[in-house]
T-cell receptor
């Protein structure tokens, strides 16, 4: 099993560019989520999904879009990148109801 | 609002000393509570969860519903415990998993 796979590992964007961070899991987990990790701020939830076709906003959703067309994939889209979106992004998946979350290796994004 | 608070950004102790990483939560109802750990250059991973009432790598966590706290403890710290520790909570509705700000634990020889 590959677990949770994120691509790319590193990305540099110019302000105003768009891009999609990919996340895939092969564990048939209902729940998938995206977090950003910033020094002193911990992990903040951007968007999450409890199943295909269902998404909801987390703590810091502005500037990001998501969709969940399949159980396996949960891409995160930045429509117009801003320097404030420079961060490390983590995707996670889990079964619902108190189960362990499995994380991807992270994507380090720099917006210049 | 649902919130998880870790008041200490950095905790530095010597090897063999006791360790307590603090976590407080603000949730309606009874959330599920977790501790996650991120070692250097490794993925974030589950350390322990309240529902299992287990001890992992010598760590335990006590739930105090009156104080809404879930502090992580270890009686004798080891250098390999140096890492970033995150407290997390899942509410009764929707499965949303919220993390605290994280505490960096540094264990000195």
């Amino acid at each position: 099993n590959a677990g949770v796979t994120q691509t790319p590992k590193f990305q540099v964007l110019k302000t105003g560019q768009s891009m999609t961070l990919q996340c895939a899991q092969d564990m048939n987990h209902e729940y998938m989520s995206w977090y950003r990790q910033d020094p002193g701020m911990g992990l903040r939830l951007i968007h999450y999904s409890v199943g295909a076709g269902i998404t909801d906003q987390g703590e810091v959703p502005n500037g990001y879009n998501v969709s969940r067309s399949t159980t396996e994939d949960f891409p995160l889209r930045l429509l117009s990148a801003a320097p404030s979106q420079t961060s490390v992004y983590f995707c996670a998946s889990r079964l619902l109801g108190g189960a362990e979350a499995f994380f991807g290796q992270g994507t380090r994004l720099t917006v210049v | 609002a649902q919130r998880v608070t870790q008041p200490e950004k950095l905790l530095s102790v010597f090897k063999g000393a006791p360790v307590e990483l603090k976590c407080n939560y603000s949730y309606s109802g009874s959330p599920e509570l977790f501790w996650y750990v991120q070692y250097s250059r490794q993925r974030l991973q589950l350390l322990l969860r309240h529902i299992s009432r287990e001890s992992i790598k010598g760590f335990t966590a006590d739930l105090n519903k009156g104080e809404t706290s879930f502090h992580l403890k270890k009686p004798f710290a080891q250098e390999e415990d140096s890492a970033m520790y995150y407290c997390a909570a899942e509410g009764n509705q929707g499965g949303k998993l919220i993390f605290g700000q994280g505490t960096e634990l540094s264990v000195k020889p």
